[in-house]
Nanobody
Framework: QVQLVDSGGGLVQAGGSLRLSCAAS????????MGWFRQAPGKEREVVVT????????YYADSVKGRFTISRDNAKNTLSLQMISLKFEDTAVYYC?????????????????WGQGTQVTVSS
């Protein structure tokens, strides 16, 4: 089992910045891929960005490229998401997720464990 705790969400004006954090505990040795997903009201959960534990390769959704940056500290089992130039359409609940199956793709079904989510609200 892996436990994930998300934090760092909040209310920010458009153009502002936020930094999300995720702390992993438990069976973290097999957390091959980690990522951030988000879900807005009435919409399906979608990938924001993922990162591989082994080579650090990343996958960014087109909508966040150039604005969001993921980072991972394997020694501390933490994951961060720096978000700048936030837009109203970035408003959503953001979830940290872990895949134990070497899957670092965009499909949420490929991830085994999820954080509780943290709300990001961008006012226009």
């Amino acid at each position: 089992q892996v436990q994930l705790v998300d934090s760092g969400g909040g209310l920010v004006q458009a153009g502002g910045s936020l930094r999300l954090s995720c702390a992993a505990s438990g069976r973290t040795a097999k957390t091959y891929c980690m990522g951030w997903f988000r879900q807005a009201p009435g919409k399906e959960r979608e990938v924001v960005v993922t990162i591989s534990r082994t080579d650090g390769s990343t996958y960014y959704a087109d909508s966040v490229k150039g604005r969001f940056t993921i980072s991972r500290d394997n020694a501390k089992n933490t994951l961060s998401l720096q978000m700048i130039s936030l837009k109203f359409e970035d408003t959503a609940v953001y979830y940290c997720a872990v895949s134990e199956a070497h899957y670092c793709g965009p499909n949420p079904e490929g991830y085994d464990y999820w954080g509780q989510g943290t709300q990001v609200t961008v006012s226009s």
